[in-house]
Structure formats: C-alpha cells, structure tokens
C-alpha cells in the first residue's frame, strides 16, 4: 500500500514540474468602438507538378507534366526553370516499382535544390481497405 503512495508522490512530482506558465500575450485592440478589418490575402491551390520515373537501371524514363524528356538533365533544367515561377507548387513523384533507388534520391534532392519545399511521394490505392483486427 505505501508502495503506491510513493508512486503517485513520485509521479506527481515529476508532472507538475513541467507545466508551462500561462502569460499574456501583448494585443493592439482598435479603440473603444473601432471596427479593425484585415483584408485576407486570397490564397490560391497551386497546380501540382507531376514527375513520372519509370525503368529499371539500364534505362529510365522522365515524364514531366505527361510531357517526355530526353533525360534527367533536361527534367532538372525544367524544374529549374519551374522553381523560379512556382516554387510553392507542391511536386508529386510517382516512382516506378522497377527503378532503383539511386536515382529516386539524387531527383529528390536536386528538387529541394530548385526551391521546391513541398515533395511527395505517389503510392498506389488499394483495393480494399485492411481490415484490422
């Protein structure tokens, strides 16, 4: 029985010691009366920028928007140029299951390199959902 007493000492103990105190945030507030309207800034979808990689090591395929390229130099100077005009575009890398992974990391990073920061991965659905159990 004192057993979990001390627990729970200990326990609370160690809790209560990490609790962040509450303080004020400093506001400017319009005067007694004053409506304030801020204007939203219209925030558009971007259109994503679809990049296929399709093969195996001997040869490997680049798709950029459904549009093929001659190579993965040609897709990095598109997506160089597409960097400078819509670098919050996010970009969709859909990966092909025979492409080796070498590749899949150099595309990667020389696309964080043309200032694109919102990259992802294409995965495949499934059919039915897993059931879990």
């Known amino acids: 029985m004192i057993d979990v007493i001390f627990q729970l000492l200990i326990f609370f103990l160690c809790t209560?010691?990490?609790?962040?105190?509450?303080a004020v945030l400093p506001t400017e507030l319009p005067p007694t009366g004053a409506v304030a309207t801020v204007p939203r800034p219209i925030q558009r979808d971007a259109d994503p920028i679809r990049?296929?990689?399709e093969g195996t090591s001997?040869?490997?395929?680049?798709r950029l928007n459904d549009q093929a390229l001659s190579g993965m130099s040609e897709l990095l100077d598109r997506l160089g140029q597409l960097g400078k005009i819509t670098a919050g575009s996010p970009v969709?890398?859909?990966?092909?299951k025979d492409v080796p992974i070498g590749p899949v990391i150099?595309?990667?990073?020389?696309?964080?390199?043309?200032?694109?920061s919102s990259i992802h991965f294409a995965a495949e659905r499934r059919a039915k959902p897993v059931n879990s159990k």
């Open 16 to 22: 209560a010691g990490f609790v962040v105190p509450e």
């Open 51 to 53: 990049v296929l990689v």
């Open 58 to 62: 001997g040869a490997i395929t680049y």
């Open 92 to 96: 969709i890398l859909d990966i092909g």
């Open 106 to 116: 150099d595309l990667y990073d020389e696309t964080l390199t043309r200032g694109f």
